[in-house]
């Protein structure tokens, strides 16, 4: 009988202390549940900004304002690829972080959200994706200070003033040719 | 007057005797020249055949050698532009005994460092694609645009003061040389008989060109220093660039001029024309401009240490304590500091000491350029490993090549033309004679002089 007993308040010792470490162990994890969607557009066109948003809330439906999230983005260049990290922001009232993304190239864009939910020690995920469609050209930079009359016609008229000179001195030349069977030397030189 | 006159005899005769007499070392040199050419010529063959990959240069390190060589010799064609341009603007006279190897050491090496920018293209057939493609926006048709200007420049004002000289050879040496001579001076020399309106059309002309080719030679290695400036890489991120390379293309131009100057001088025997005070005086100005370059690369230096912006600090090791460092440091010491120790201390500032100077500050020089081309572009963009550039055999036989190309047309130069602008050295005479104050007409009177027996 003593010895049932011991072996049942055994158990129930060792069944306390398993799910006392349960609950410690998965207690934050229990707490910083909560439900993240993304809302991205289904396609874009190169050169264009896209809006991704990410909607963070708790279980019960409320935002969560106030969460980083980290954007991620899949690259690969000359067969190396990796992550790029595109942006970071912060969700508001409603529970949005929005950054807007200017795409540099057509094809299908995978994406990666961290983001460290209250009361978190260790970052979470979630993954999304958009097609961006377009022609080739990476970036388009915008076209610099416009300086009235700097431009490439002075550039033109300098190099077209240099040459009327070069050629006023071809003119010289013919005129020395010219000059060379029209008179003799002027009186008054020295003997030759 | 009769000592004048001899005098003038005797010029004219120390002119035409490179023309009239050719003896076996002539040959001799001339083969050697067009031997180590063909080497390079076989080479530049090679590259053609195989393509780029037999240089050196790859995707990171995409200019080496032939773009330092071409950025090298774009430097020293501004010797005929200082010495003769400048110097004429000032009324220097002790420039003209010198003026015409300057004006056809500009002419010479315009020509090679053209070249290099070909050879570097891999695909010859591509330049076309400067004309059909080419965009004013871009620096590369600003450069080409400068080059090709400067270079019909430039061959005008080497012909348009040659012009009396050329009469000279015509009418001294009718009878005595061969007809493909006889009828090149004849063509060349315009009709010039020395006539009230020749002269002043010649003056004219000189005048114009002398003015106009001073801001073209500026521009033009303005221009080539822009085409580092103007690329996204940190050791080329400087406005003082054009300056920089305008002030060491002056220096590297007096430094080949005193050179060239010195070999005619002990082979034509010139010793009565070009004397000690041409050799000191460019002493003077190379110091001078040893002097700004060292301004130029302290302030060049200290500016990029001081920020030290992404890139600056790997550069700044690379030239100072690594890779660069022995090249960089005879730069420095070789190349700026013992040309101005040289020309300042007078136990040194003799005609040896001069050519010695010269020399250290060429090769300085060409070391200048391919630092500046290969550290520039050896800098990472993004963190990875720092690639590496070593020329070829190939590089190294094109760049032998190209100098040999520069000697024999200097050579060969000499053999047909007057390598002494004889109306300008009498000229000069004749104004330390008999009057203090030369004038154009009087320069004209005695070239004209000169050109006697022509009407």
Redesign the interface.
């Known amino acids: 009988m003593k010895a049932t007993m011991r072996h049942t308040i055994r158990a129930a010792l060792a069944l306390l202390a398993v799910g006392t470490i349960t609950v410690v162990l998965t207690a934050p994890a229990l707490a910083s549940h909560v439900v993240v969607r993304t809302a991205f557009p289904t396609s874009g066109t190169v050169g264009e900004i896209v809006p991704l948003a990410v909607d963070v809330r708790t279980p019960e439906g409320a935002p969560l304002p106030g969460t980083t999230v980290t954007y991620y983005l899949h690259m690969s260049f000359a067969g190396v690829g990796g992550e790029a990290q595109i942006g970071r922001a912060v969700t508001d009232q409603n529970g949005v972080a929005t950054i807007g993304y200017q795409p540099r190239a057509a094809g299908l864009h995978e994406l990666r959200m961290e983001y460290l939910p209250p009361g978190a020690t260790a970052a979470e995920q979630v993954m999304g994706a958009f097609d961006v469609t377009g022609g080739p050209q990476l970036v388009r930079p915008s076209g610099g200070v416009d300086i009235p009359g700097i431009n490439?016609g002075l550039?033109?008229a300098v190099?077209g003033t240099?040459?009327l000179?070069?050629l006023?001195?071809?003119f010289?030349?013919v005129?020395?040719?010219?000059?060379?069977?029209?008179?003799?030397?002027?009186p008054g030189?020295?003997?030759? | 007057m009769a000592t004048l006159s001899a005098w003038q005899e005797r010029l004219e005769a120390t002119a035409l005797a490179p023309v009239s007499r050719t003896g076996a070392r002539f040959w001799a040199l001339v083969g050697v020249e067009v031997a180590v050419l063909g080497w390079g010529l076989y080479a530049y063959s090679v590259q053609l055949r195989d393509g780029l990959v037999v240089t050196g240069m790859r995707d990171r390190i995409s200019w080496g050698l032939y773009i330092a060589t071409f950025v090298f010799f774009i430097g020293i064609s501004h010797a005929g532009t200082l010495i003769s341009a400048i110097l004429r603007v000032s009324q220097a006279r002790w420039r003209t005994p010198v003026t015409r190897i300057a004006e056809f050491i500009t002419v010479v090496a315009l020509i090679c460092g053209a070249s290099f920018v070909i050879i570097d293209l891999g695909r010859p057939d591509r330049v076309l694609f400067v004309f059909a493609y080419g965009r004013w926006q871009s620096p590369i048709i600003w450069d080409v645009l400068a080059i090709t200007t400067y270079l019909t420049g430039s061959i005008v004002y080497l012909f348009v003061p040659m012009i009396p000289d050329l009469a000279l050879f015509r009418d001294r040496l009718t009878g005595r040389t061969s007809r493909w001579r006889a009828w090149l001076y004849r063509t060349l020399a315009i009709g010039w008989n020395g006539n009230v309106a020749q002269r002043r059309s010649l003056i004219a002309a000189i005048g114009m060109l002398m003015i106009l080719i001073i801001p073209i030679a500026v521009s033009v290695h303005t221009v080539v220093s822009w085409i580092f400036a103007m690329t996204l890489r940190v050791p080329w991120n400087s406005a003082l660039f054009g300056a920089f390379f305008v002030a060491g293309a002056i220096f590297s131009g007096i430094a080949i001029l005193i050179i060239v100057m010195a070999i005619l001088r002990r082979v034509y025997r010139l010793h009565e024309y070009v004397t000690a005070k041409q050799f000191i005086y460019l002493g003077y100005l190379l110091a001078a401009f040893a002097a700004i370059m060292i301004y130029a690369n302290i302030s060049e230096l200290l500016i990029h240490g001081y920020k030290l912006e992404e890139g600056a600090g790997f550069h700044l090791r690379q030239l100072f304590l690594a890779e660069f460092a022995p090249l960089f440091w005879f730069y420095l010491i070789g190349g700026l500091i013992a040309p101005i120790v040289i020309v300042l201390l007078p136990a040194t500032r003799t005609v040896a000491g001069v050519v010695v100077a010269s020399i250290l500050v060429t090769v300085a020089m060409w070391i200048e350029r391919y630092v500046i081309v290969v550290s520039g572009l050896r800098v990472p963009l993004m963190p990875y490993e720092s690639a590496d550039y070593a020329p070829t055999w190939v590089e190294w036989s094109i760049f032998a090549g190209g100098l040999a190309l520069f000697a024999l047309l200097i050579t060969l130069f000499t053999k047909v033309f007057p390598i002494i602008a004889v109306w300008e050295v009498a000229e000069d005479h004749n104004a330390a004679v008999t009057s203090p104050a030369p004038t154009y007409a009087a320069v004209l009177d005695i070239a004209a002089d000169s050109a006697g027996g022509s009407s």
């Open positions: 490439s550039l033109m190099l240099v040459w000179i070069l006023s001195v071809a010289r030349l005129a020395i040719a010219r000059a060379g069977g029209a008179t003799g030397p002027a030189d020295a003997p030759r």
